[in-house]
């Protein structure tokens, strides 16, 4: 072998040892980097939501059928923007409104019935009055007049007793006796006439004042009886008149009509129904269901958060950043509800509006690769074995 070739062979090798070196120090330095990436580094960990919306911040207001029923006309139309009290929906009330005019038309019987009784009883009133005052006069007059007979026959009497004294010691006649006797017997049986005449005036008054009685109470029946007709027909038209006022449906709110179930004239509508809701005007918010274990103790206010809308690919339109506002602390529907406020870019091509659905993801802390990987290991060594198994199956 000539001198050349030994030299140029231990020139390759010097270089061979020199490249093993190189590539040691390197993967070396490469692990000790990565070590140090795995242990310090800090990375933003993330929950995601595939079950998120876009809400206004004020409840919508559910469209409901009060009552079961045939449509008539509806004006529930999906975009339609209502003011309160707006009619929505008309459901048939022919029955109700023949019944209300039934009670109506035995109100306007029964009313005058009832003025007539009323007039009926204030003129027996005042004729009562008016022959008790009468009674009174007449009755005073004729004890005025027992008095007067009762006074003349007494002295009819003295009279009579005087004159029979002096015809017995013979100073008058005995036909003069005779007369002033017999006047006596006259103007007492005057005065006995009077004093009948004044008990018969009161009797009569009596009898009177007893059949006024008993035909005022009559009056009063027939009066108590008619006014409770009364009061059961006006109560019932009121019902009547509530039930045909439900049966026509008006927005509460106003608003647009965000959603319709499609009902048509004609068609029949259930009780409690959905018909629709009315999306009152007012600030966006994004609302999203979290698992309980994704959400409860590591979802806080405040932490930031991205929004990405179905049908708006967020490689051409962008995610729409957001601001966790609010936790749910119960579960509703196995579910945490979180809420959170919405922060477009002013050049967003995104046109936000109620019910867009999409997916949030929430940055809820920062570790380091080795923390995540190891929370991940211990979870997944901490499920029951059910559970591995029912994963290990085909």
């Known amino acids: 072998m000539s001198s050349t070739f030994a030299q140029s062979l231990r020139a390759l090798d010097a270089d061979r040892g020199r490249g093993t070196t190189l590539g040691l120090l390197a993967a070396v330095g490469l692990l000790a980097a990565w070590t140090l990436w795995f242990f310090r580094a800090g990375v933003s960990v993330h929950e995601a939501s595939n079950d998120a919306r876009i809400e206004v911040a004020q409840a919508a207001h559910s469209i409901d059928a009060p009552v079961a029923g045939r449509v008539v006309d509806t004006w529930i139309v999906l975009g339609r923007e209502v003011q309160a009290g707006d009619v929505l929906l008309a459901i048939d009330a022919d029955a109700e409104r023949m019944r209300l005019a039934e009670e109506e038309a035995r109100l306007g019987s029964v009313q005058p019935q009832l003025e007539a009784l009323g007039r009926q009883l204030t003129s027996l009133t005042r004729s009562l009055t008016s022959e008790r005052a009468a009674t009174a006069t007449a009755l005073e007059q004729a004890r005025a007049h027992s008095e007067d007979t009762r006074i003349a026959a007494a002295q009819a009497d003295d009279e009579a007793r005087r004159a029979g004294r002096l015809a017995a010691q013979g100073a008058i006649s005995e036909v003069e006796g005779l007369r002033a006797r017999a006047l006596a017997d006259s103007e007492r049986a005057a005065a006995g006439s009077a004093a009948l005449e004044s008990g018969r005036l009161a009797a009569a008054q009596g009898a009177r004042d007893m059949e006024a009685a008993s035909r005022e109470e009559e009056l009063r029946r027939a009066m108590a009886s008619l006014e409770g007709q ?31 179930s499609i009902v048509r004239p004609g068609e029949y509508v259930k009780e409690g129904q ?51 506002t609010a936790v749910g602390g119960e579960l509703h529907a196995g579910n945490v509800r979180v809420e959170l406020e919405l922060e477009p870019a002013p050049g967003s091509r995104i046109p936000l509006q109620h019910g867009l659905p999409g997916t949030v993801e929430i940055d809820v802390e920062r570790a380091t690769p080795a ?24």
């Open 371 to 394: 923390e995540i990987v190891f929370r991940a290991s211990g979870r997944a060594l901490g499920r029951p074995v059910a559970a591995l198994r029912a994963d290990a199956k085909p």
């Open 274 to 324: 959905r018909l629709g809701e009315i999306v009152p005007p007012g600030r966006l918010r994004a609302v999203a269901d979290f698992a309980p274990e994704a959400a409860l103790g590591r979802i806080r206010p405040g932490q930031p958060a991205r929004l990405r809308l179905d049908g708006f690919p967020w490689t051409q339109y962008g995610v729409v950043p957001a601001t966790v």
């Open 230 to 260: 009364r009061r059961v027909a006006v109560a019932a038209a009121d019902v009547l008149r509530r039930e045909i006022a439900r049966r026509t449906i008006r927005a509460e709110i106003a608003g647009r009509i965000g959603q319709d």
